[in-house]
């Protein structure tokens, strides 16, 4: 039989739609800052093909088992945990999640530059502070000990003879914490400031067609509270649940942003034109003619999912902020100058940006069940949203959301919105949370089931039992099911998901294992079992001969 090569024509009518710009997606699946349609490539063959139909995922069952857990064909090992040394001045961070990885050279995509979040601490943990005990006195070496464990990493990586490994002291490896000052890229100053100290509250987040991270500030009322408004105008402080502001007076509208950090020399500002809420992450998209398309989630009960357009080719900062009405398909512009609305009760464009929750509201935004990760289909264009879930609603499983933007233009202000896949027994996966494509366009899943509740009787979760990592094929036999091929240890979340340029590795984070510790002699989970007796937060790299072959057909830019 002949071992024809499939055309052009004939991958975009077997595989879908093709999207018309640059997602800029995890693992350079397309080569960033080129505007060309992506597409699929034109060497493989009808036996490859059919190799990947024939590929059989061996699902694992649930598990409540206090360690990480593989399916066949999967292999993991240990990258970095908490409190290793990055250099002889800094140590990893604590609760790690979103990972990015840039290798300096793409011809040699076993070397380059990892980033890492942190998103909060665990006080017992990180400064023997028993969190909510009234009879323990906090004191500020403590605090500062909590302050240095939140933000990021950047450490260079290395992969040696089939392992990944932390390259120790070297001249890129550097932490940015809640003490770093950081410039706000905006004409107006927040609360007096035009710098402000520190990142935290540190989720997901993205990468830039110029190659430089991005990391989005989450839950920032945690550390500082927030400034909350009565009817009448007057505000007053609410506190916050880790009482920072009791020893640093730092304003809460310098937090709940998106930071931009350059790997090369750590040059780090926080863009306020992406707007002020619990940014989940931010999913860019590069159009044509190089101006960026924004997309980020407000991960909270009832809020909103908000898309940014830029004006000028690669710029954060002139465009227009938009939040989205999903039952009408439009692209709301969070424009005070335009909006009679919005000038009625802001004072300015910068009001409405740091408090983008209200105006959105203001303007009838849908409410939505906490919008998480976003990512952009390679092949379709289609946008997914992970909704974890809203309790208070009923919605104790989440689903996730697609947005078509009207003729798969994602600058379109017009869109449809369906439920793209729903959490819950029938398909076996609960409160979605992290999203990735490999290169073959499956799409990875991690979920964030709460410790809280997670393997608790009288809640709905039971039978899901930790938290999860699935994948959903995109072809062959098991295309569009939801199989689990990795479990999480003890109280533990997996979060970060993003594969190596080659597709052979997958970053994954294993954030706060043990997390409903109370007592440090026995703690909750023990995961990754190392000398310290203690649960760490920790990256971990996964290869083998399944990611291989689920990443053996290759999305490319057209020459």
Known sequence: MENKKYNRKEFISFLGKVSLGVAIAPSFLMNCGNSNSSIISEGLSIDEINKLKKLVLEGLVASDKDDLLLTKGLYYHTLIKWNDKISDQDTFGFNCDFTCFIP???????????????????????????????????????????????????????????????????????????????????DTPIEGKTTVIGTHSNCSGGITPWKTFLTCEENYDQFYGETERLNDGSTYHRASAFGWENFYKYPPEHYGWVVEIDPKDGTIQKHIALGRFAHECCTLFQLKDKRVVAYSGDDSNDQHLYKFISSKPNSLK????????????????????????????????????????????????????????????????????????????????????????????????????????????????????????????????????????????????????????FVIPRIGKDAGKIIRVANAPRDAEFTGPWFSPDGKTLFLSVQHPGEQTIDLKNPTSLWPFDKDNIPKPSVVAITGDLIEKMNNLHIIEKP
């Open 318 to 469: 002139e465009g227009t902020l938009y939040v989205a009405d999903t039952n009408n398909g439009k692209w709301i512009p969070l424009d005070w100058a335009n909006q009679p609305l919005l000038k009625n009760a802001f004072e300015s464009q910068t009001e409405v940006l740091i408090r983008a929750r209200e105006a959105s509201k203001l303007l009838g935004a849908t409410e939505l069940n906490r919008p998480e990760d976003i990512e952009i289909d390679p092949i379709t264009g289609s946008v997914l949203i992970s909704l974890t879930n809203n309790k208070p609603k009923g919605d104790f499983h989440g689903s996730i959301l697609k947005i078509e933007e009207e003729n798969n233009k994602h600058d379109s202000l017009n869109f449809s919105a369906s439920v793209y896949m729903a959490g819950g027994e029938e398909n076996g996966f609960s409160c979605p949370d992290n999203l990735a494509f490999d290169l073959s366009g499956n799409l990875w899943m991690t979920t964030d089931i709460s410790g809280g509740a997670m393997n608790k009787e009288g809640w709905p979760y039971m039978e899901f039992k930790n938290n999860s990592l």
């Open 104 to 186: 300096f050279d793409e011809k040699h995509p076993e070397d380059g530059l990892l980033w890492v979040n942190h998103e909060y601490v665990h006080p017992l943990f990180v400064s023997n502070y028993a969190f909510g005990n009234p009879n323990e006195e906090r004191t500020i070496e403590q605090v500062d000990k909590e302050m240095y464990n939140v933000g990021g990493s950047i450490v260079r990586i290395r992969q040696e003879n089939g392992k990944w490994k932390v390259v120790h002291n070297d001249p890129h490896n550097r932490r940015v914490t809640a003490k770093t000052p950081i410039s706000l890229n905006w």
